[in-house]
């Protein structure tokens, strides 16, 4: 065999073997996780609007810049490894699949609204599965704008108090007549969970849980990072238990 074809062959074989690396998507590794941290996790799709996301996603985010405390291990989740497209256009590419990874435990779960909370993602059983599994051993489940509803679906909000965005609060209430939907706040904690109207009104929620888990000087520290003037007796909110 002369040198061309062994060249050929070595080619070809290094081909093969980096496209079977990508077709495995499973063992893929986006997410360098750090060793002592809250373990929080967003669940994103397509349609994920974008300051629901955003919003607590800096707030959290911004907690490894806080010296002396516990921070927060920030990572995204989608049902694939594919990037989602958000409502406004944005791609990100997804840390893990709840479909295809093993994901570390996790302490606190996100669910930012989406432009099909109110429908098909709603009738995606994978998805509700997913999100009623992980309820149940989280430490805190969160929920902006419509994402309460997918909370709903799950039935994670059974028994809770809840509020969601405030033009569908009628609809949550109509839809889900056993659940406590509050229509004069702008979140409400109730036990493990925390749902908010949404919007820009999803910072106050991410700072609260901050107070909650680190006190107030730590959250206005970190608001002040962001250039927001944090107050939790200025924000119209619930606390239930």
Known sequence: MNFKVIFLVLCLFSMACKNATVSNPAKRKYHAQLTDAYRVAFLIMDGTYNTEFTAPYDIFQHTRFRDGIKPMDVFTVAKSH????????????????????????????VVPSAEHHLDSDRADSTLIRW?????????????????????????????????????????????????????????????????????????DAALYLCERLYGVSVARRIAEGLVIDWNLQTVPHLIVQ
Do not use: W
Not at 131 to 152: E, K, M, N, P, W
């Open 82 to 109: 594919d990037a989602i497209t958000t409502f406004e256009g944005v791609k990100v590419l997804p840390d893990y699949s709840y479909m295809l990874d093993s994901l570390p435990p996790i302490d606190v779960l």
């Open 131 to 203: 999100v009623r599994q992980v309820s149940q051993t989280a430490r805190y489940v969160t929920s902006h704008c419509d994402g309460a509803f997918i909370l709903a679906q799950a039935g994670v909000l059974n028994g809770h108090v809840c509020t969601t965005f405030p033009d569908d609060i009628g609809r949550l209430r109509s839809e889900y007549p056993a659940l406590d939907v509050r229509d004069d706040v702008l979140f409400v904690h109730d036990g493990p969970l925390i749902t908010s109207a949404g919007g820009a009104r999803s910072f």
